[in-house]
């Protein structure tokens, strides 16, 4: 499309936040995200640099036509229903979950790093335009007109079993469903959604979007069968007798603990059994629903990634007064810059430099404090690029009756532990080829169970490059045996 532009604007259109005193009272979503006038008023600065170089396009790792998408929304700005179809059809093309990815995704670290609008001012805001347009078509029925165009007319090419319904699982199923193949999701929890649903709060990602969206998975016709413990309740070789494929998204949901006196203490939460409670459980409503949560006055989260933010802001909203410890710098936080803003903005405080050496307890068994070691970086990095960080032999002890650990995560072995012939790396991540195919013949991988604990849009990215592997496998074999 080719348009005017008189001239650069540098400032990006806010997007509305709900007021920090009432944010912190609730679960509701701190981001208001933007209406249609707003919307093509942000497009408008996009300067709809060619897709063969589209820079934004190649910070995406599913490559989404992003200059694509946002034209349509400028090009049909006199029918918003018509601009929003458009532009989510382009959307759908590479990704099917915007309403998610719009929302969780670092955007800052890919597709508005390289946005060259930031060599001048705010890059253009992708991740609040993939959210709008997927909001709007969903409040506006427009998802249902576009499924029903996408629906194929032709199933019967195969049958697929996908195991776990996390980004990874979802993808690699909605892809294979759309080119016609007969997909069912084993998934162990009793509802979908992975860490979507039970790690990342109602406040950054509402449940109600999230069950939609997964909702037009089942429109395309995947079946998801819940409480389904893949090597428990049905074996990788019986998946194998009975399908042509198995594409394994387990995930990383296994929590790295801290071996140091003290960890078997009352009240230390590894984040995923905290947030599991609080969003998968609804811990929040107690009693309204069943599941408790024991949550005191002063919380301390040990970590600094998205899942320490996610679990520090979720003890705030409990009533607790939250610090967060991390053993290294400001500017080694792994969080979303977003998130971090936000924890800020709430209260959270921070604690750098501080790492425990032990959880000290009261004559009950429950923590009544953490002692740290302070710590001091070095000029040297490691190979993720960190300032390594050694101990200065000083102490300090800070009161807590709460903890949260949120160190890291690895993949589970239950799959591992049953498949022979399944060949895994040490740190319990599977091995897969540059198809994504495991050890096993027709046996694919990907998500955090191939990366260790990574981002939803990589894993969305696995899941659509297995779809297409599969499918050639498939035909492959296919033209084998005829
Ligand atoms: C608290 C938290 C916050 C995060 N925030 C962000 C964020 O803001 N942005 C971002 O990009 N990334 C974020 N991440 C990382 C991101 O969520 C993961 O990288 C992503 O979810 C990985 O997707 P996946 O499909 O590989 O695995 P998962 O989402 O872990 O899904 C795996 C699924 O497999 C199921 N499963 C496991 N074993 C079996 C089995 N044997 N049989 C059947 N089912 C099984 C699990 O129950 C689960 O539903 C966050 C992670 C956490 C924990
Ligand atoms: S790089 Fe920025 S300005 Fe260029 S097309 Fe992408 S979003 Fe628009």
Redesign the pocket.
Known sequence: MVRKRPKLIKERVPTPERPVEERVKSFVEVNLGYDFASAVKEAERCLQCPVEYAPCIKGCPVHINIPGFIGKLVEHRDDPNKAVKEALRVIWGDNTLPAVTGR???QEEQCEMNCVMGKVGDPINIGKLERFVADYARKHSIEDELLAEMRPSVCGKGKVAV???????LTCAGELAKLGYDVTI????HK?????IY??PEF?LPKEILDKEIAKLRELGVEIKLD????KTVTLEELLEEYDAVFI?????TPKLLNIPGILLDRIYS?NEF?TRVNLMKAYKFPEYDEPIAVGKKTIVIGAG??AM?AARSALRLGSEVTIAYRRGREDMTA?IE?IQHAEEEGVKFEFFLNPVEFIGDENGRVKAVKFEKMKPLEERDKKGKRKIVGTGEYVTLEADTVIIAIG?EP?R??SEEATGLKVNPDGTLVVDENLMTSIPGVFAG???IRG???????MGDGKRAAKAICDYIEKKRKANA
Do not use: M
């Open positions: 969780v995704c670092p195991v776990g319904a996390g980004p990874a699982g084993y998934e162990a929890l979908p959604g992975g860490v979507l790690g990342i950054r389904h413990v893949v090597g998204g387990t995930g990383a949901g984040a947030l998205n899942t996610d979303r998130e995560l589970n239950i799959i998500g955090d169970a604990e990574a981002t939803v849009i990589l894993a």
